[in-house]
Each structure stands twice: as C-alpha cells, then as structure tokens.
C-alpha cells in the first residue's frame, strides 16, 4: 500500500514564529487532507488539497502531486496551534485514507 | 456543515462485557463510514468500512466477530466491542464523506477495559 512519510516528527515553537510541515507519499493520490488533532482528540479538517494551493488565515498548504509531497505553512503560529498534525492520503484506488504518523506541533507563550 | 457525532465520548466497562459506540452523520447522508483506532501517541489505523445496507469490508488483523460494525441507516453506524478486554482499551474515531473523497470525522471515544 502506499507509505506515508511526516517530518518532522516533533517541532516546539515560540508564539509568532512560522513553521512548515512536510508529507511526502509514495504513490499517486486521488486525495490528500491535512488535520490538526486537537488536545481531547477531535480531528479538525484544515485543507482538502490534492493538488495546488490555499489559504485559510494563517494556514496555507500547497501539494505538488508530480513530485509527491505536500506542505502545510503555520505563520505567527499561537499557543492554541498545539497539537498534532496528520497528513492523509487516499490512493487512486479504493476510498480508505492513509495517515502520515503525525508532527506533533507544541507553541511555547 | 459536515458535522460527524459520536455517543459516548468516553466508555469504562469491566473485562467481559460489550459496549456500543454510535457514528451519525448529522447534517449529510453518508453511505460510507469508516472506524479507525489509535493508542496513544500514535497514528490512526483504519479497522473497518462500514457501508450502508450491506456487510462492512475489515482490514487485515481486525477481527471481525469482535468488531461488529452495523451501518443502520444513511445517517448512524455502530460499532459493537464484544467481550472486551483490557487490550481494546483505546480511542475510537469514525469518519464519513459528504463528498467524494473528503472525509470528516467524529470526536472520538476513548473506551477503558477494566
């Protein structure tokens, strides 16, 4: 099946720093999201992007499907950014998402 | 929109008994739904694709007669631990598509064996 890479694995942040989260995937993808679980485990939609960019506040994420990687940008990030944050693909076959193991993401005041 | 519930939100049961978690779909009608897993500090493992009307479709390693997965309507799944022991102690999440191929999910419920 196709593998699904995070990094980095840990990232600690100071308020108002930007940072940038990678997932690489092995193989061709009809779908790709990025979630934020937050610290009780709700798993919040941030982009739905096979492909291309957007923009929804501070969070941008771009994902160029030729060279199989995504990326998701957290600019002036804040202490309620927290959590953990998972890439998920869905092969060109079959519906089933694949989750990255997730970067856990901790913005320090 | 796009809201997915789940029912309890946390679960203690004693070794041997069997709990029921609910999945609905509240503002759309899903004909797919699926149940992941996760321990903690870990990613999510998908268990099982629960169709509407029809049997749910397990991944490899879960067994399928102590996961009982019912998809009852196009808008609640179920899904059944039987027997449980303190090994399925976890987080459960559902998840469900209004459209195609995005998927949304549910809050979670975290199930203690004891």
């Known amino acids: 099946g196709i593998q699904v890479e995070q990094s980095p694995p840990d990232l600690i942040l100071q308020e108002g720093a930007n940072s940038t989260l990678r997932c690489n995937f092995s193989?061709?993808?009809?779908?790709l999201q990025w979630f934020h679980q937050n610290p009780w485990g709700q798993l919040i939609n941030l982009f739905y992007?096979?492909?291309g960019t957007k923009q929804n506040g501070r969070l941008s994420a771009t994902t160029v499907a030729t060279e199989r990687y995504s990326l998701l940008y957290i600019s002036s990030s804040q202490t309620t950014d927290s959590g953990v944050y998972f890439c998920?693909?869905?092969?060109?076959?079959?519906?089933?998402?694949?989750f990255g193991e997730g970067t856990q993401l901790t913005v320090n005041p | 929109g796009a809201v997915v519930s789940q029912h309890p939100s946390w679960v203690i049961c004693k070794s041997g008994t069997s709990v029921k978690i609910e999945c609905r779909s509240l503002d759309f009608q899903a004909t797919t739904m699926f149940w992941y897993r996760q321990f903690p500090k870990q990613s999510l493992m998908l268990m099982a694709t629960s169709n509407e009307g029809s049997k749910a479709t397990y991944e490899q390693g879960v067994e399928k007669d102590k996961f009982l997965i019912n998809h009852a309507s196009l808008t609640l799944s179920t899904l059944t631990v039987t027997s449980a022991h303190p090994e399925d102690s976890s987080f459960y999440i559902c998840?469900?598509?209004?459209?195609?191929?995005?998927?949304?999910f549910g809050p979670g419920t975290r199930l203690t064996v004891t």
């Open positions: 992007i096979p492909s």
């Open positions: 998840s469900a598509m209004p459209r195609v191929y995005e998927q949304y």
């Open positions: 193989d061709s993808v009809n779908n």
């Open positions: 998920a693909v869905q092969e060109t076959s079959g519906s089933r998402l694949t």
